[in-house]
């Protein structure tokens, strides 16, 4: 079975730009979170979908979205990107709430 | 929300020798999941472990709900163990997981 798969594995834009990250869960998972993590704040959640559905946004600006589709598969957006969007962001999939949660490698995004 | 504290956050082994990691969670949960992650930055889950104790090779996890913590035994250590090893119970969302600063791990030959 294929794991957690993120692309792309690396970026690099600038400050004011937007950029879409990708998801594609484990078969059969119809959870997908998003975490960030950087140096200073550690792993942090961002946002949970279900069938396409937000259930749970963390505590982070409005210009951080994303979306799910009906194949499970996410996208996570990130507009107008600051300096300290620089971070490593991590995708995570799990089956239901009951079990475990598996990441995928993530994506470094740098912002200069 | 829940706070949760891990120690030590930095732990140097000798290879071959055995670890515990502690993990303390501020508020009742019902699981809690322990991940390793390695020096290239991916996280692996070790365990999901709503109480009692879980076994894989040699890891294992405790998890004592009532008393609010939970512990990781690494034995018989070995430089692949190297990394940062985070617990993280469900926060407000029953997806959403709180994570710990973590402990470093850095196990020498």
């Known amino acids: 079975k294929a794991g957690v798969t993120q692309t792309p594995r690396y970026l690099i834009k600038t400050r004011g730009q937007q950029v879409t990250l990708s998801c594609s869960p484990i078969?059969?998972?119809?959870?997908v979170s998003w975490y960030q993590q950087t140096p200073g704040q550690g792993l942090q959640f961002l946002f949970e979908?279900?069938?396409?559905?937000?259930?749970n946004k963390g505590n982070f600006p409005g210009r951080f979205s994303g979306r799910q589709f009906s194949n499970s598969r996410s996208e996570m957006n990130v507009s107008t990107l600051e300096l300290g969007d620089s971070a490593l962001y991590l995708c995570?999939?799990?089956?239901?709430?009951?079990?475990?949660?598996?990441f995928g490698n993530g994506t470094r995004l740098t912002v200069t | 929300g829940i706070q949760v504290e891990q120690s030590p956050p930095d732990l140097i082994l000798q290879e071959g020798a055995n670890s515990t990691l502690r993990c303390n969670f501020s508020?009742?949960?019902?699981?809690l999941q322990w991940f390793h992650q390695n020096p290239w930055g991916q996280l692996i889950n070790l365990f999901y472990i709503p109480s009692g104790t879980k076994q894989n090779g040699r890891l294992s996890a405790t998890t004592v709900a009532t008393e609010r913590y939970s512990l990781l035994y690494i034995s018989s250590s070995q430089t692949t163990d190297s990394g940062v090893y985070f617990c993280?119970?469900?926060?407000?969302?029953?997806?959403?997981?709180?994570f710990g600063k973590g402990t470093k791990l850095s196990v020498i030959p």
């Open positions: 995570a999939s799990s089956f239901n709430e009951n079990s475990p949660l598996h």
């Open positions: 508020d009742s949960v019902n699981n």
């Open positions: 993280a119970p469900p926060g407000a969302g029953s997806y959403q997981l709180t």
């Open positions: 979908y279900f069938s396409e559905t937000q259930r």
């Open positions: 078969s059969g998972h119809r959870s």
